[in-house]
């Protein structure tokens, strides 16, 4: 089976083609400089650039795999959820494409693909699902942080989300209160890296309250009021990384203790990890720590399949095809608002 994949659901356009589960091409093009004018991504600019780069990059993919239109068993699109007008540039190409060739169209969910990305590894990458296992998923990018146990492959429920901001959003908004760049995430995580964690005792929101859900809107308020109290703090750079540090310890802190808790909850025996969020490098380090330390099997997703791309969209839809599921009308509609 060879199928295209095209992911459009944010400031991202990228398109993938997929054989037997083998990622054959995997063509991302980033709108970051575009947005961080802005400080944040604004959905028209978004939307103007997936139409202008989703042709290209559709055919920058095919040409990389090898593969003629004609070739194709199948067509994937992400559904949602996602910015409205993003998310209609990438499923109604990739249904006009299905239609063209009268071939299937698979609709995905964003989040689900991310769920199942720490399944693909290896040189070339592919799928590894044959020792797919039980898992509490951890699944946390800019607009999103969700915990999902996984009982058996498309059986999931959500343990708990986000109240208010998301943890990538926390990151990007006290970045952004400290002066740093959009995205303020990649930054925050470079500075800190030279900073003591230890320096500021931030609010570790909700991290001791029961349950699996998770709040940062206090984090970010507490920074700001942090800020206003110190208004020259900024003007040295050790103060700046020791601040990132204290920031990052915060959010991570929280991320980690309530996924490793929810897994011995459960009594499953593998964490998986995925998303934007899930490069941070303090992230990764200190879920390894823990899991390791409880005895828990770790799978993270690799970084280049932990933003937005095409590629966990093909891989997730090849083997929903597989499983005779998955497939949608030429005419089905966007799901802005899906849930997992």
Same mark, same amino acid.
């Given at each position: 089976?060879?199928?295209?994949?095209?992911?459009?659901?944010?400031?991202?356009?990228?398109?993938?083609?997929?054989?037997?589960?083998?990622?054959?091409?995997?063509?991302?093009?980033?709108?970051?400089?575009?947005?961080?004018?802005?400080?944040?991504?604004?959905?028209?600019?978004?939307? %103007?650039?997936?139409?202008?780069?989703?042709?290209?990059?559709i055919q920058a993919a095919l040409r990389?795999?090898?593969?003629?239109?004609?070739?194709?068993?199948?067509?994937?699109?992400?559904?949602?959820?996602?910015?409205?007008?993003?998310?209609?540039?990438?499923?109604?190409?990739?249904?006009?494409?299905?239609?063209?060739?009268?071939?299937?169209?698979?609709?995905?969910?964003?989040?689900?693909?991310?769920?199942?990305?720490?399944?693909?590894?290896?040189?070339?990458?592919?799928?590894?699902?044959?020792?797919? @296992?039980?898992?509490?998923?951890?699944?946390?990018?800019?607009?999103?942080?969700?915990?999902?146990?996984?009982?058996?492959?498309?059986?999931?429920?959500?343990?708990?989300?986000?109240?208010?901001?998301?943890?990538? @959003?926390?990151?990007?908004?006290?970045?952004?209160?400290?002066?740093?760049?959009?995205?303020?995430?990649?930054?925050?995580?470079?500075?800190?890296?030279?900073?003591?964690? %230890?320096?500021?005792?931030?609010? %570790?929101?909700?991290?001791?309250?029961?349950?699996?859900?998770?709040?940062?809107?206090?984090?970010?308020?507490?920074?700001?009021?942090?800020?206003?109290?110190?208004?020259?703090?900024?003007?040295?750079?050790r103060h700046v990384r020791d601040l990132?540090?204290?920031?990052?310890?915060?959010?991570?802190?929280?991320?980690?203790?309530?996924?490793?808790?929810?897994?011995?909850?459960?009594?499953?025996?593998?964490?998986?990890?995925?998303?934007?969020?899930?490069?941070?490098?303090?992230?990764?380090?200190?879920?390894?720590?823990?899991?390791? =330390?409880?005895?828990?099997?770790?799978?993270?997703?690799?970084?280049?399949?932990?933003?937005?791309?095409?590629?966990?969209?093909?891989?997730?839809?090849?083997?929903?095809?597989l499983a005779g599921a998955g497939e949608?009308?030429?005419?089905? =509609?966007?799901?802005?608002?899906?849930?997992?």
């Amino acid at each position: 089976m060879t199928l295209l994949a095209i992911e459009t659901s944010c400031d991202e356009t990228s398109a993938a083609v997929i054989r037997e589960g083998e990622i054959l091409s995997n063509i991302v093009s980033s709108q970051t400089a575009i947005h961080a004018e802005y400080g944040g991504v604004v959905p028209e600019l978004a939307t %103007r650039e997936h139409l202008r780069n989703l042709i290209p990059v559709i055919q920058a993919a095919l040409r990389k795999a090898n593969v003629d239109p004609p070739m194709l068993d199948a067509v994937a699109a992400t559904r949602g959820p996602g910015l409205p007008s993003a998310l209609l540039v990438g499923l109604k190409a990739g249904q006009a494409l299905a239609f063209s060739l009268r071939k299937p169209v698979i609709g995905i969910h964003h989040h689900e693909a991310h769920l199942y990305s720490p399944w693909i590894s290896g040189d070339p990458p592919r799928g590894h699902f044959a020792g797919f @296992e039980p898992s509490v998923s951890l699944i946390v990018s800019g607009g999103h942080t969700l915990l999902v146990a996984v009982t058996e492959m498309f059986n999931h429920r959500v343990l708990g989300g986000t109240l208010d901001d998301a943890a990538g @959003e926390c990151f990007d908004k006290t970045g952004k209160l400290m002066g740093l760049a959009y995205p303020a995430g990649p930054e925050i995580d470079r500075l800190a890296a030279a900073g003591n964690p %230890r320096t500021h005792n931030f609010p %570790r929101p909700m991290l001791n309250e029961p349950g699996e859900d998770f709040s940062f809107a206090g984090l970010k308020t507490s920074v700001r009021y942090f800020l206003q109290k110190n208004p020259g703090l900024l003007e040295d750079p050790r103060h700046v990384r020791d601040l990132c540090a204290s920031v990052q310890a915060a959010i991570v802190e929280v991320l980690v203790a309530k996924t490793v808790r929810a897994a011995r909850r459960l009594g499953v025996q593998c964490v998986t990890a995925s998303g934007g969020v899930a490069c941070n490098t303090a992230l990764r380090r200190d879920l390894e720590g823990a899991c390791k =330390e409880s005895g828990l099997r770790l799978r993270l997703a690799d970084g280049q399949f932990s933003t937005d791309n095409a590629a966990m969209i093909g891989i997730l839809a090849e083997q929903k095809l597989l499983a005779g599921a998955g497939e949608i009308a030429f005419d089905a =509609e966007i799901e802005p608002s899906w849930a997992l």
